[in-house]
């Protein structure tokens, strides 16, 4: 009679695990005419974690519809890291 409360907990458990992505990258990008910068932290979808040619792939396709162009992948690092970058990343801190 127990086990079924115990089976559905355990099933519920697994279910709800974390949702976010793994990991984060900070880079600088640029816009021109005139000339501005900036440096922002991104959130990436697991399948960019593990590769950084998948990250800046990821990152250049979404700061480009803000019309950034990306200039450096500074970083891949985990949610660790996000609170000694957001005061550097301002404005672009998970804006993308």
């Not at 409360?5 to 709800?16: F, T």
């Not at 695990?17 to 005419?33: L, M, W």
């Not at 959130?43 to 590769?51: I, K």
């Not at 891949?76 to 801190?93: D, N, P, T, V, W």
């Amino acid at each position: 009679m127990m086990l079924r409360p115990i089976l559905a907990c355990l099933v519920l458990a697994a279910l709800s695990g974390p949702a976010a992505a793994s990991c984060y990258a900070d880079y600088k990008a640029k816009q021109d005419n005139p000339l501005r910068l900036h440096y922002g932290v991104i959130e990436l979808p697991d399948a960019a974690c593990n590769s950084r040619d998948a990250a800046t792939r990821e990152i250049d396709r979404r700061i480009r519809r803000g019309g950034w162009q990306l200039l450096n992948v500074m970083s891949i690092f985990g949610a660790s890291g996000l609170g000694e970058r957001k005061a550097s990343a301002g404005g672009y801190f998970l804006k993308y």
